[in-house]
């Protein structure tokens, strides 16, 4: 028997098709809100129309999708419990009995905690950048609001900020420009050992957390390479291009800033 140009036998693969479609995107829509329930209910109840590597997938997909939603669920609530040390609380939450899926949330959850990470050093690059160049006053104020810095930070950003207007030695600047690039920078331990000065253990720190937040210094490194590589063709000997970059690097925590400070310095030593 044919109907309209087709056998009953292509009719019915045609109408298998649409069913198979039909339930593909029912499941990969539930997926993709998160709503890994309706997933689970459509592939019990109509996996039946796909192949057996679909199911395989979608199976796997489900458990994935489960697995990021009880995470954030257990994030949120590890995030209320101790704020400090979320990541420790969330793993002390977790009591997901099954081995697979416990590890598939435990994954979750030490990537929630490496966003958190950079979220936070984002956080207090942007804290440290405006302690760097506000007056006194003012970076009072910013540390009195902030939320984002431990107790012992937040000591050591008030004890910066007393010895602010100390003058930074020949030695502390030296030290400043051996180390501002270095991945090993602790910036805490250099102003306790009286290192860096005080408004140079900012500058430092914005810089240290902006690369923990996944932020390069590459803007920094070009702009103090293209220094480097116009005072020497000028005849300028290495301990005044270590100045200069010095005074650029210090002398403001965003790279248009620096641009200006550099164009400036240029300027008086083509005069």
Same mark, same amino acid.
């Given at each position: 028997?044919?109907?309209?140009?087709?056998?009953?036998?292509?009719?019915?693969?045609?109408?298998?098709?649409?069913?198979?479609?039909?339930?593909?995107?029912?499941?990969?829509?539930?997926?993709?809100?998160?709503?890994?329930?309706?997933?689970?209910?459509?592939?019990?109840?109509?996996?039946?129309?796909?192949?057996?590597?679909?199911?395989?997938?979608?199976?796997?997909?489900?458990?994935?999708?489960?697995?990021?939603?009880?995470?954030?669920?257990?994030?949120?609530?590890?995030?209320?419990?101790?704020?400090?040390?979320?990541?420790?609380?969330?793993?002390?939450?977790?009591?997901?009995?099954?081995?697979?899926?416990?590890?598939?949330?435990?994954?979750?959850?030490?990537?929630?905690?490496?966003?958190?990470?950079?979220?936070?050093?984002?956080? !207090?690059?942007?804290?440290?950048?405006?302690?760097? !160049?506000?007056?006194?006053?003012?970076?009072?104020?910013?540390?009195?609001?902030?939320?984002?810095?431990?107790?012992?930070?937040?000591?050591?950003?008030?004890?910066?900020?007393?010895?602010?207007?100390?003058?930074?030695?020949?030695?502390?600047?030296?030290?400043?420009?051996?180390?501002?690039?270095?991945?090993?920078?602790?910036?805490?331990?250099?102003?306790? !050992?009286?290192?860096?000065?005080?408004?140079?253990?900012?500058?430092?720190?914005?810089?240290?957390?902006?690369?923990?937040?996944?932020?390069?210094?590459?803007?920094?490194?070009?702009?103090?390479?293209?220094?480097?590589?116009?005072?020497?063709?000028?005849?300028?000997?290495?301990?005044?291009?270590?100045?200069?970059?010095?005074?650029?690097?210090?002398?403001?925590?965003?790279?248009?800033?620096?641009?200006?400070?550099? !164009?400036?310095?240029?300027?008086?030593?083509?005069?």
């Amino acid at each position: 028997m044919e109907t309209d140009g087709f056998t009953g036998e292509q009719s019915q693969q045609a109408a298998d098709t649409i069913r198979t479609q039909t339930v593909e995107k029912h499941i990969t829509r539930s997926l993709a809100g998160g709503d890994w329930q309706t997933a689970t209910q459509v592939l019990r109840g109509q996996g039946k129309f796909l192949s057996a590597m679909q199911r395989e997938r979608f199976s796997h997909q489900v458990r994935q999708c489960f697995a990021q939603n009880q995470a954030r669920q257990i994030w949120q609530k590890a995030v209320g419990q101790n704020p400090a040390a979320p990541y420790q609380q969330a793993l002390h939450n977790l009591q997901e009995p099954d081995g697979k899926l416990r590890e598939e949330i435990s994954t979750a959850l030490e990537q929630m905690d490496q966003e958190h990470r950079r979220q936070t050093a984002a956080e !207090k690059a942007l804290l440290f950048s405006q302690l760097a !160049k506000a007056q006194t006053s003012q970076a009072y104020q910013l540390l009195t609001t902030q939320r984002v810095l431990p107790t012992e930070s937040l000591n050591r950003a008030h004890q910066a900020l007393s010895q602010s207007g100390r003058e930074t030695t020949a030695a502390q600047r030296t030290w400043f420009m051996k180390n501002y690039f270095k991945d090993t920078l602790n910036a805490d331990d250099a102003f306790d !050992k009286g290192l860096c000065s005080a408004r140079d253990y900012f500058c430092l720190q914005a810089a240290l957390q902006r690369r923990q937040s996944g932020q390069g210094l590459r803007q920094e490194k070009w702009l103090c390479r293209g220094i480097e590589t116009w005072m020497k063709k000028q005849g300028f000997d290495e301990k005044d291009i270590s100045q200069v970059a010095y005074e650029v690097l210090s002398g403001d925590t965003e790279n248009d800033g620096r641009v200006q400070i550099w !164009k400036r310095i240029k300027t008086l030593l083509t005069c």
